[in-house]
């Protein structure tokens, strides 16, 4: 737990340094745009690894232990072909789509809008897929230096190291070089994180890799894992596409800043995710007490919880001067943003882990019916609630949107596997020291 909080509170403060040198360095006007291309490639990445990622972290926590050398070569072998295919040919896809896009640019920043776009794509999705699979190998602590919503510790370190370096040396780069430094960030952590696991690999007996036999197993193996994957993307990008497609560019840039700047209160629970994953799959794979599984889960979602009402407390007290020290001025508009979200992130927060849950326990197609609901909704309320209301209607779509969701996923898993997941103001910490992440 000492390990997993001091990684966590990197991977935040990083987080927090990438978005203020964006947000100073771009100002209001190209802000917003600068986060929409940042979960445009989220998105991406995600389709392209085809939910190779999170099977591959449940069957590696279910295999690690056990003498199956051919089921790990067929992980291997499917891992190989999503990086040769799936993944380069999505990433292709959206850089053409970057090209279209910034046809208001010089050629030469249009230029390097689209390969910022594509390095992006390409290496953010290569960052998650091996940060799943060295969970599931048992590199814990490794492990938790490279998950989370904002890349973990020690992505987003060096994603802030890049973006401050490239403010100071080249700041005429602006949108495309704060994207380039981005995905710079990635770099070493994906070399590094791709050698451990390449090195568990070698030598495995198993079928020979054929590439496209290969992509179709891992493709009719992992496709709920893709729909659910894709469906919380879009919940979580969905209304920062609609304000750029249908606001002012600054109007954009203010929800997208306290959308951003929001999105810290979900992040213990999302780093809980990813550490609990394993565990989950384990007891799927091993099925003893569902009450003392259910125990553990409430237990990490009141300590999820506490952590997020700490992060709120500045927000709710000074939400003008907290948008200032992180972004600078003239982003005062964003507060009803950053208060609203706010609310609907620490509701989520507080649910637990049902979406988890329903994953690691072969029930992923319920976790992706009710993000499919959540992310259809959010276009069927936004985009009338943005026409109408501007800022304030969009972002009250959202609010509503986000408790919609994360209320069902609770109910679904309830009903689903019997577990309950969220927050108890009885929690047993001790449970946290005994259980191997």
């Known amino acids: 737990m000492v390990w997993f909080a001091a990684s966590y509170a990197g991977a935040v403060v990083g987080f927090l340094c990438v978005n203020a040198a964006a947000g100073r360095w771009l100002g209001p006007a190209d802000f917003g745009f600068f986060v929409a291309a940042?979960?445009?490639?989220?998105?991406?990445?995600?389709?392209?690894?085809?939910?190779?990622?999170?099977?591959?972290?449940?069957?590696?926590?279910?295999?690690?232990?056990?003498?199956?050398?051919?089921?790990?070569?067929?992980?291997?072998?499917g891992v190989r072909a999503v990086c040769w295919t799936s993944l380069p040919l999505v990433g292709v896809l959206g850089a053409a789509g970057a090209w279209f896009l910034g046809d208001d640019l010089g050629t030469a920043s249009r230029i390097a809008l689209v390969v910022a776009l594509l390095?992006?794509?390409?290496?953010?999705?290569?960052?998650?897929?091996?940060?799943?699979?060295?969970?599931?190998?048992?590199?814990?602590?490794f492990?938790?230096?490279?998950?989370?919503?904002?890349?973990?510790?020690?992505?987003?370190?060096?994603?802030?190291?890049?973006?401050?370096?490239?403010?100071?040396?080249v700041p005429n780069w602006g949108l495309p070089g704060a994207l380039a430094a981005v995905a710079a960030g990635f770099v070493v952590p994906v070399v590094v994180a791709r050698a451990v696991v390449r090195r568990r690999w070698r030598g495995l007996d198993g079928p020979e890799p054929r590439l496209w036999r290969d992509l179709g197993i891992t493709i009719r193996r992992d496709w709920r894992f893709l729909s659910a994957q894709v469906a919380t993307y879009l919940n979580l990008s969905t209304e920062i596409w609609i304000?750029?497609?249908?606001?002012?560019?600054t109007e954009d840039s203010m929800f997208s800043a306290g959308q951003r700047l929001a999105l810290l209160l979900v992040l213990p629970l999302t780093a809980m995710q990813v550490v609990f994953a394993p565990v989950v799959a384990r007891a799927g794979a091993a099925p003893g007490d569902l009450a003392s599984l259910e125990r553990l889960l409430r237990t990490g979602a009141s300590v999820a919880t506490a952590v997020?009402?700490?992060?709120?407390?500045?927000?709710?007290?000074?939400?003008?001067?907290?948008?200032?020290?992180?972004?600078?001025?003239?982003?005062?508009?964003?507060?009803?943003?950053?208060?609203?979200?706010?609310?609907?992130?620490?509701?989520?927060?507080?649910?637990?882990?049902?979406?988890?849950?329903?994953?690691?326990?072969g029930r992923e197609e319920i976790a992706a019916q009710v993000q499919w609901a959540g992310a259809i909704l959010r276009v069927v309320l936004g985009v009338p609630a943005a026409l109408t209301f501007g800022l304030l209607g969009l972002t009250l779509s959202a609010?509503?949107?986000?408790?919609?969701?994360?209320?069902?996923?609770?109910?679904?898993?309830r009903r689903a596997v019997g577990i309950s997941t969220q927050a108890t103001f009885r929690p047993q910490l001790s449970l946290l020291r005994r259980t191997l992440g």
């Open 38 to 77: 940042l979960a445009a490639a989220g998105l991406l990445s995600q389709i392209g690894l085809v939910g190779s990622h999170r099977s591959g972290l449940r069957e590696v926590a279910r295999l690690r232990d056990a003498e199956d050398p051919e089921a790990m070569a067929v992980l291997r072998n």
């Open 119 to 141: 390095l992006l794509v390409l290496l953010g999705g290569q960052q998650q897929l091996w940060a799943n699979y060295v969970r599931g190998l048992g590199h814990v602590r």
């Open 143 to 169: 492990a938790g230096l490279l998950e989370g919503r904002s890349g973990g510790a020690l992505v987003a370190f060096l994603q802030a190291v890049c973006v401050l370096a490239a403010w100071w040396l």
């Open 243 to 249: 304000a750029g497609l249908l606001l002012s560019s």
């Open 308 to 361: 997020s009402l700490v992060l709120a407390m500045p927000m709710v007290v000074a939400p003008e001067r907290v948008l200032e020290l992180v972004y600078g001025p003239g982003f005062g508009d964003a507060v009803p943003v950053l208060l609203l979200v706010s609310v609907a992130g620490i509701g989520n927060v507080a649910t637990g882990m049902a979406g988890t849950t329903l994953s690691m326990l």
């Open 399 to 413: 609010l509503i949107t986000s408790a919609f969701v994360f209320s069902v996923m609770w109910w679904g898993t």
